[in-house]
């Protein structure tokens, strides 16, 4: 039986990275949320584990 949550690091970058947020007005709504709230890191970085 498989785990209940699978994914890949590059599927999870691609959704939720750095860049992806950028790419939209939204994300970068996010990003400047996050920072404004202090968060030590504003998106995933892609050294986490998946």
Do not use: D, Y
């Not at 599927?11 to 970068?28: D, Y």
């Not at 400047?32 to 968060?39: E, L």
Request: charged share 30%; no cysteine.
């Amino acid at each position: 039986m498989k785990r209940t949550l699978e994914g890949t690091k590059i599927k999870r970058q691609h959704v939720s990275g750095f860049r992806a947020r950028m790419s939209t007005a939204n994300g970068q709504n996010v990003l400047n949320r996050r920072r404004a709230k202090g968060r030590h890191q504003i998106a995933i970085s892609p050294k986490t584990k998946a």
